[in-house]
């Protein structure tokens, strides 16, 4: 099992940026897949993007272009570059850890942040 703690989230006023963090615990974090979901009020948790051991990486559509995932191994830590945002970008984000499998699936992350709010005003 891996702790994660999620941070960098806050207001912004459409058009703007964020970054966000993910650190976790552990020693074999290299080794896993690194998700960001997203959760607005009333709404599914849904995948926003992933990255893997390989740094090969996943999109949502609707992110495509405007976010970016990276990772530092030697930190622990995954990001979440989030540019242009729009007021849709609003809901709670949260990292997620996961073993092997489609990157844009739910079902192979295990381990979850508290999540951080993020909040685009227009």
């Known amino acids: 099992q891996v702790q994660l703690v999620e941070s960098g989230g806050g207001s912004v006023q459409a058009g703007g940026s964020l970054r966000l963090s993910c650190a976790a615990s552990?020693?074999?974090?290299?080794?896993?897949?690194m998700g960001w979901f997203r959760q607005a009020p009333g709404k599914e948790r849904d995948i926003v993007a992933a990255?893997?051991?390989?740094?090969?990486?996943y999109y949502a559509d609707s992110v495509k272009g405007r976010f970016a995932i990276s990772r530092d191994n030697a930190k622990n830590t995954v990001y979440l570059q989030m540019n242009s945002l729009k007021p849709d970008d609003t809901a709670v984000y949260y990292c997620?850890?996961?073993?092997?499998?489609?990157?844009?699936?739910?079902?192979?992350?295990?381990?979850w942040g508290q999540g951080t709010q993020v909040t685009v005003s227009s």
């Open positions: 997620a850890a996961g073993r092997n499998g489609p990157l844009n699936s739910r079902y192979i992350y295990n381990d």
């Open positions: 990255i893997n051991s390989g740094d090969s990486t």
């Open positions: 552990g020693r074999t974090f290299r080794s896993y897949v």
